[in-house]
């Protein structure tokens, strides 16, 4: 099936960095990624729908100066948590649609943040 | 009231037996209905999909899907210890974003 990739797996920063994480998609072209957080014992909560050349979609409550999404090919999301504090800390998770309105759901690995 | 809505559990079944899982959600015009499964730290990763009121079943899972009581279901049969994993329920009202509900925690005792 479908393969999303994401990268890194595990980054550990200081509060107040910047940490850059990247989902790709390996095997299709993807023309909207989504982004979720899931803070332990918690469902996914989805933060943007990011769409390939054109401004991310943010839901409300998610602050978009401080988690940059950027779509720039049909095949790279990156999620760039600026200044980054420990209640940041989460495990961020991508996911695309192997098509641009049906198809499954294909997830990435998983990144897990932790901000000292 | 939430828009998707599970019992966290722990659900608790000796190997062999029958899990059954339950979701409820709120928005009459959600259109699909999936189950996905999710281990500790991991990613979820999609067990079965159902957009039509009835069962549909796919080895030993059976989803269920009651539209007009805003009700799915999914159950396992044959539980075995590998099948103990949190069971997020998820419901799209369009094509695009998935609401995901709190998740089934289910332990398979062997």
């Known amino acids: 099936g479908a393969v999303v990739s994401q990268h890194p797996s595990r980054v550990i920063c200081k509060s107040g960095t910047s940490v850059k994480i990247e989902c790709r998609s390996l095997?299709?072209?993807?023309?909207?990624m989504f982004w979720y957080r899931q803070f332990p014992k918690q469902s996914l909560m989805l933060m943007a729908t990011?769409?390939?050349?054109?401004?991310?979609?943010?839901e409300q409550g998610v602050e978009k100066d401080k988690f940059l999404i950027n779509h720039a090919s049909l095949t790279l999301s990156t999620l760039t948590v600026t200044s980054a504090h420990p209640e940041d800390s989460s495990f961020y998770i991508c996911?695309?649609?192997?098509?641009?309105?049906?198809?499954?759901?294909?997830f990435g690995e998983g990144s897990r943040l932790t901000v000292l | 009231q939430k828009e998707v809505e599970q019992n966290s559990g722990p659900l608790s079944v000796p190997e062999g037996a029958i899990a059954s899982l339950n979701c409820t959600y709120s928005?009459?015009?959600?259109?699909?209905f999936f189950w996905y499964r999710q281990y500790s730290g991991k990613s979820p990763e999609l067990i079965m999909f159902?957009?039509?009121?009835g069962d549909k079943e796919d080895g030993r899972f059976t989803a269920q899907l009651n539209k007009a009581s805003q009700y799915v279901s999914l159950l396992i049969r044959d539980s075995q210890p590998s099948d103990s994993a949190t069971y997020l329920c998820?419901?799209?009202?369009?094509?695009?974003?998935?609401?995901f509900g709190t998740g089934t925690r289910l332990l398979v005792s062997p």
């Open positions: 928005d009459r015009g959600s259109q699909s």
């Open positions: 095997d299709f072209q993807a023309t909207t």
């Open positions: 159902i957009y039509s009121n």
């Open positions: 998820a419901v799209s009202t369009g094509f695009q974003k998935l609401v």
């Open positions: 990011s769409n390939e050349g054109s401004k991310a979609t943010y």
């Open positions: 996911s695309a649609r192997t098509g641009e309105y049906t198809g499954e759901l294909f």
